[in-house]
């Protein structure tokens, strides 16, 4: 290995990176627009437009409309005066949820029989249907605690103490803020496509051009032609997670708990597989748009099954088994465990490990197909 | 073995892709300080001999040497001392002259005040001092062109390989980059040099004209020119060219026919057949000039050569 060499092609790929201004604002801005984007697009399901259709009208059904509205997961924005109203509204999309109180409900309530209440909810998105159910059927639930509590006492009856006490604590993320999950994750997804991106980019581009065919026949060796390509790459990663960093904690309020400096190794460990992934593509692809089309087939199934939106632990067990060969996996838990949990490399060591395995095979495969000679 | 004389030798130079022969079994010797044009049409398989003799490209069979290092075993002796301009761009639109220069200086593993003496001289050499900081892409073809070769001999290597250095460059910029390619074999440089343009193959000591991947002529042009085999060309003027043309390409006795400039030049096999061909123009009463004996061009002897060589096209 001869460094003057690689130093010599790394200061090339610097300053051939500086001058195309098109290409640093968008390694450096997409990133940011990213993270962005899904922080606040990640936010929990709140406030779900609602129509109500009250033909009871009395204090009763206000009030069960008000513990509706107190729980912040609906907003009551049209009252309806026909069944029609409900379901046109919801087949037009402009309410989420319908609840429908009947005329006997105050009447039912004092003869201290159950009256119903019905709460229809548009279900098309499973995730925020299922919350408006659970919380609709904890209100009703909640309600009913406080009214039998209430005969009890006016009975004079004694109030019994039996019961399940359920006392859940939400640990690392007590406010339950979503992004406090998303953003870090965001972190490794972006980098996975940027990484990938541009060292694809930087080799296929000098194919196509011709350059590389004379850098061939130049002294270099493939091995020094690579980490010269990889050095600029690297440095314009660390700056894209020190930026998103940045963003994470000084916007979205997310605390990076774990040690900063163990998050920087494993990231370098993960740059490391995802140059290689880069490289092993543009050693497959025939042209610029193959490879492209190539990175999309590799990188879309990564990110579904990396865990980044959907936890592993419910997928069926062959996609599981599929998801440990994506490196995404590993790092996501790496990044989210150190950030949100705060644990160390007692915990992530299993880890980093796999994940360093993964990355030497897929570089050691890349750097192979990477022979100098071009056929 | 004389090593000292002989640059390059090919031994049954082969390479296949798959079925396709590329280069079949060609054989050929390049003397010091010779500036050897390499000629042929598209695919006849220069480039790959080329990548060949580069050490690029893994003979299927036969041998090469360059510089006494054979190619096949010690691909990284012969890249280090050679000169080579591909087909393709070896330049980078963002980066300026100056820094192409340091870049590839540093590749061949030079540095520092040896990096910027050689830097200083080729610029200079090349005249794109006065332009060092202007970047690539927005110089003209032919100081591309020029600073893509000074690029291959910052490193001084004995032996060049040039494959089709003048594509797509104006008239004047390709006589003066010839200036500067027969100024390096003044020097004692050796130059492999492949070219389309047969008024350039005229600046080569020694020519090969390769064919569906094998030499089938050569020599120095004035040999090639006068060669037994060469024929005899004549030239023709008419009031309409075309038309004579149409009538006398396909004549068996005819080997090649071509417009030239406002005349036509006609190669037939052997001095009696100016005869028949006499003969023919005055039968079809083609109104033309009395056929006048010429020394071929390049061009003539190639458009035979390839007539001649071609399946369908043999008499």
Same mark, same amino acid.
Request: hydrophobic share 45%; net charge neutral.
């Given at each position: 290995m001869n460094w003057r060499r690689v130093w010599t092609?790394?200061?090339?790929?610097?300053?051939?990176?500086s001058r195309d201004r098109r290409t640093v604002m968008a390694t450096m801005l997409m990133p940011l627009i990213q993270v962005i984007l899904y922080g606040y697009l990640s936010s929990d399901v709140r406030y779900q437009p609602t129509i109500v259709w009250d033909l009871s009208q009395t204090a009763e059904s206000r009030q069960l409309l008000e513990a509706f509205t107190n729980s912040q997961?609906?907003?009551?924005?049209?009252?309806a005066?026909?069944?029609?109203?409900?379901?046109?509204?919801?087949?037009?999309?402009?309410?989420?949820?319908?609840?429908?109180?009947?005329?006997?409900?105050?009447?039912?309530?004092?003869?201290?029989k159950s009256p119903e209440v019905m709460v229809a909810v548009d279900a098309s998105d499973a995730t925020a249907a299922r919350t408006s159910v659970s919380v609709a059927q904890a209100i009703g639930s909640s309600l009913t605690h406080g009214m039998v509590l209430k005969e009890l006492r006016m009975n004079g009856a004694p109030i019994p103490k039996v019961g399940v006490d359920v006392r859940a604590r939400a640990w690392y993320n007590p406010a339950l803020r979503q992004e406090v999950f998303i953003v870090p994750g965001v972190l490794a997804l972006v980098m996975q496509f940027t990484m990938t991106?541009?060292?694809?980019?930087?080799?296929?581009?000098?194919r196509e051009l011709g350059t590389l065919e004379q850098l061939v026949v130049s002294p270099i060796q493939s091995s020094e032609l690579m980490l010269g390509k990889m050095i600029p790459l690297i440095t314009i990663g660390y700056i894209?997670?020190?930026?998103? !960093?940045?963003?994470?904690?000084? %916007? &979205?309020?997310?605390?990076?708990?774990?040690?900063?400096?163990?998050?920087?190794?494993?990231?370098?460990? &993960?740059?490391?597989?995802? !140059?290689?992934?880069?490289?092993?593509?543009?050693?497959?692809?025939?042209?610029?748009?193959?490879? $492209?089309?190539? +990175?999309?087939?590799?990188?879309?199934?990564?990110?579904?099954?990396?865990?980044? +939106?959907?936890?592993?632990?419910?997928? @069926?067990?062959?996609?599981?088994?599929?998801?440990? !060969?994506? @490196?995404?996996?590993? &790092?996501?838990?790496?990044?989210?465990?150190?950030?949100?949990?705060?644990?160390?490399?007692?915990?992530? %060591?299993?880890?980093?490990?796999?994940?360093?395995?993964? *990355?030497?095979?897929?570089?050691?495969?890349?750097?192979?197909?990477?022979?100098?000679?071009?056929? | 073995m004389n090593t000292t004389a002989t640059t390059v030798r090919a031994e049954s130079l082969t390479r296949r892709f798959g079925n396709f022969v590329a280069v079949d079994n060609i054989s050929f010797e390049i003397h010091s300080g010779e500036i050897w044009g390499f000629l042929g049409p598209n695919g006849s398989g220069k480039s790959t001999t080329i990548r060949m003799l580069c050490g690029v490209l893994e003979p299927s069979s036969g041998r090469a040497q360059v510089l006494g290092y054979d190619?096949?075993?010690?691909?990284?002796?012969?890249?280090?001392?050679? *000169?080579y301009m591909s087909q393709g761009s070896s330049l980078w639109n963002d980066l300026t002259v100056e820094e192409h220069l340091r870049f590839y200086a540093g590749l061949f593993g030079l540095y520092g005040a040896e990096q910027r003496a050689a830097v200083e001289e080729w610029m200079s050499r090349i005249g794109l001092t006065q332009r060092r900081n202007e970047l690539a892409g927005s110089l003209p073809g032919g100081f591309r062109k020029r600073l893509a070769l000074a690029c291959t001999l910052l490193h001084r290597p004995q032996m060049l390989f040039l494959?089709? /250095?003048?594509?797509?460059?104006?008239? $004047?910029?390709?006589?003066?980059? %010839?200036?500067?390619?027969v100024g390096l074999a003044d020097a004692g440089r050796t130059v492999m040099v492949t070219t389309h343009y047969l008024d350039e193959a005229e600046h080569c000591n020694q020519l090969a004209f390769i064919y569906n991947g094998r030499i089938i002529a050569r020599g120095s042009p004035e040999e090639l020119k006068h060669a037994s085999d060469a024929g005899v060309t004549v030239e023709i003027l008419s009031k309409d060219n075309v038309a004579v043309l149409d009538a006398v390409e396909d004549l068996p006795y005819v080997r090649s026919a071509s417009l030239y400039g406002s005349s036509l030049h006609v190669t037939v096999e052997?001095?009696?057949?100016?005869?028949?061909?006499?003969?023919?123009?005055?039968?079809?009463? !083609?109104?033309?000039?009395?056929?006048? /004996?010429?020394? @071929?061009?390049?061009?003539?002897?190639?458009?035979?050569?390839?007539?001649?060589?071609? @399946?369908?096209?043999? /008499?």
């Amino acid at each position: 290995m001869n460094w003057r060499r690689v130093w010599t092609i790394a200061v090339k790929e610097y300053v051939e990176f500086s001058r195309d201004r098109r290409t640093v604002m968008a390694t450096m801005l997409m990133p940011l627009i990213q993270v962005i984007l899904y922080g606040y697009l990640s936010s929990d399901v709140r406030y779900q437009p609602t129509i109500v259709w009250d033909l009871s009208q009395t204090a009763e059904s206000r009030q069960l409309l008000e513990a509706f509205t107190n729980s912040q997961y609906f907003s009551i924005k049209y009252k309806a005066r026909s069944m029609q109203d409900v379901v046109r509204r919801i087949e037009g999309g402009e309410a989420l949820v319908g609840i429908v109180i009947l005329p006997d409900y105050a009447k039912l309530l004092h003869q201290k029989k159950s009256p119903e209440v019905m709460v229809a909810v548009d279900a098309s998105d499973a995730t925020a249907a299922r919350t408006s159910v659970s919380v609709a059927q904890a209100i009703g639930s909640s309600l009913t605690h406080g009214m039998v509590l209430k005969e009890l006492r006016m009975n004079g009856a004694p109030i019994p103490k039996v019961g399940v006490d359920v006392r859940a604590r939400a640990w690392y993320n007590p406010a339950l803020r979503q992004e406090v999950f998303i953003v870090p994750g965001v972190l490794a997804l972006v980098m996975q496509f940027t990484m990938t991106f541009l060292s694809m980019s930087t080799i296929v581009k000098e194919r196509e051009l011709g350059t590389l065919e004379q850098l061939v026949v130049s002294p270099i060796q493939s091995s020094e032609l690579m980490l010269g390509k990889m050095i600029p790459l690297i440095t314009i990663g660390y700056i894209n997670v020190t930026a998103i !960093l940045l963003l994470a904690v000084f %916007w &979205f309020h997310v605390p990076v708990v774990g040690s900063v400096v163990l998050l920087y190794v494993t990231v370098f460990i &993960f740059f490391f597989t995802t !140059l290689g992934m880069g490289t092993l593509v543009s050693t497959i692809a025939k042209s610029y748009i193959q490879a $492209v089309q190539l +990175i999309q087939f590799f990188l879309m199934p990564s990110m579904l099954l990396s865990g980044f +939106i959907f936890p592993i632990a419910s997928m @069926p067990l062959a996609l599981q088994w599929l998801s440990y !060969l994506v @490196p995404l996996t590993y &790092f996501l838990t790496i990044v989210r465990g150190i950030i949100i949990k705060g644990v160390g490399i007692e915990y992530l %060591w299993p880890q980093i490990t796999l994940l360093t395995l993964l *990355g030497l095979a897929v570089f050691t495969t890349a750097v192979l197909r990477f022979r100098k000679r071009i056929d | 073995m004389n090593t000292t004389a002989t640059t390059v030798r090919a031994e049954s130079l082969t390479r296949r892709f798959g079925n396709f022969v590329a280069v079949d079994n060609i054989s050929f010797e390049i003397h010091s300080g010779e500036i050897w044009g390499f000629l042929g049409p598209n695919g006849s398989g220069k480039s790959t001999t080329i990548r060949m003799l580069c050490g690029v490209l893994e003979p299927s069979s036969g041998r090469a040497q360059v510089l006494g290092y054979d190619v096949a075993r010690d691909p990284e002796s012969v890249k280090l001392r050679i *000169g080579y301009m591909s087909q393709g761009s070896s330049l980078w639109n963002d980066l300026t002259v100056e820094e192409h220069l340091r870049f590839y200086a540093g590749l061949f593993g030079l540095y520092g005040a040896e990096q910027r003496a050689a830097v200083e001289e080729w610029m200079s050499r090349i005249g794109l001092t006065q332009r060092r900081n202007e970047l690539a892409g927005s110089l003209p073809g032919g100081f591309r062109k020029r600073l893509a070769l000074a690029c291959t001999l910052l490193h001084r290597p004995q032996m060049l390989f040039l494959d089709e /250095p003048t594509s797509g460059v104006d008239p $004047v910029s390709r006589r003066e980059f %010839w200036d500067l390619i027969v100024g390096l074999a003044d020097a004692g440089r050796t130059v492999m040099v492949t070219t389309h343009y047969l008024d350039e193959a005229e600046h080569c000591n020694q020519l090969a004209f390769i064919y569906n991947g094998r030499i089938i002529a050569r020599g120095s042009p004035e040999e090639l020119k006068h060669a037994s085999d060469a024929g005899v060309t004549v030239e023709i003027l008419s009031k309409d060219n075309v038309a004579v043309l149409d009538a006398v390409e396909d004549l068996p006795y005819v080997r090649s026919a071509s417009l030239y400039g406002s005349s036509l030049h006609v190669t037939v096999e052997r001095n009696g057949d100016l005869v028949r061909l006499q003969r023919f123009l005055d039968a079809h009463d !083609l109104d033309v000039s009395e056929p006048a /004996p010429i020394t @071929p061009s390049l061009e003539d002897v190639f458009a035979g050569l390839v007539k001649a060589a071609s @399946p369908s096209g043999a /008499p």
